[in-house]
């Protein structure tokens, strides 16, 4: 897994052949400039905090969400320098990435130096802006054992007043199966999903509950789970309130969630 998200650097990022010059990688999982259903209009802003003591060089790339899974993989504007010690907001990154025009997908964020971060993702309105806060994966899917290839999405609602839309970011190492299943609150299967990848692509799709299921609910879970072939999946859910348009953020976990590093599992995987 390490040598296809360093392909991926090096290749949007003009990275030098050692991947250590950027080896402070981080994916975030979605943002968007674009508008959604119900008059909802999506922004994200990222926020970098430099923890060194020296200035850090932070580079930006965006997998593009296509249900085409065609991994299209884009540099954002430039590099950014942030001083010793300071911070820095990129307010709407995604809105000149294509000319204005409506984007959204995972984000890949690579420094070289450590760094910290987070991104907040928001419904403009004229009241203000309505909102959750994404921070960098956490947990991820690796193919292997059953508690390591699946990841849980708690809290799901579909109903008259929220609407629940789920992502996937998946990276192939070899051709790969991902399958998606909503439970409800007995734990019964009421629709299934499946995603097919490619050997070597990484891609970002994101999808209603609909998709998945014509059932509504009050509460339910999503199951992510690799069923085939080798390679990583992030998983996570948005609740929007269709009133609103507020959102909630439902980062994906795994069962043995605190027991390793996922994102150390994520960039040594290959």
């Not at 296509?66 to 320098?81: F, K, Q, Y």
Request: hydrophobic share 45%.
């Amino acid at each position: 897994m390490r040598k296809i998200l360093f392909a991926i650097a090096c290749g949007v990022f003009g990275l030098a052949a050692s991947a250590a010059q950027f080896d402070k990688f981080y994916v975030v999982p979605v943002a968007a400039h674009l508008t959604g259903a119900n008059g909802t209009t999506w922004r994200t802003d990222v926020a970098i905090q430099n923890i060194q003591s020296t200035p850090v060089t932070v580079e930006f790339a965006l997998v593009e969400s296509g249900e085409g899974l065609a991994g299209n993989v884009a540099a954002i504007g430039s590099p950014v320098t942030v001083p010793a010690g300071g911070s820095m907001t990129m307010k709407d990154i995604l809105q000149n990435q294509k000319a204005g025009a409506a984007v959204s997908g995972a984000l890949l964020i690579g420094g070289d130096q450590a760094f910290a971060l987070t991104s907040r993702t928001y419904n403009a309105t004229a009241n203000g802006t309505f909102g959750q806060t994404v921070s960098a994966a956490q947990d991820v899917a690796t193919d292997g054992s059953d508690d390591a290839s699946t990841l849980y999405i708690p809290g799901i609602v579909q109903n008259a007043a929220f609407r629940t839309n789920l992502g996937l970011v998946i990276s192939a190492s070899s051709p790969m199966t991902v399958t998606v299943m909503i439970n409800d609150a007995n734990g019964q299967t009421i629709g299934t999903r499946t995603f097919n990848v490619g050997a070597g692509v990484t891609t970002h799709v994101q999808f209603g509950v609909p998709t998945v299921t014509t059932s509504s609910f009050d509460v339910a879970g999503a199951v992510v789970h690799i069923t085939a072939g080798s390679g990583t999946v992030i998983a996570y859910g948005s609740v929007v309130d269709d009133v609103t348009g507020d959102a909630s953020y439902i980062s994906g976990g795994t069962a043995t969630a605190g027991a390793v590093s996922p994102l150390s599992l994520l960039l040594s995987r290959r």
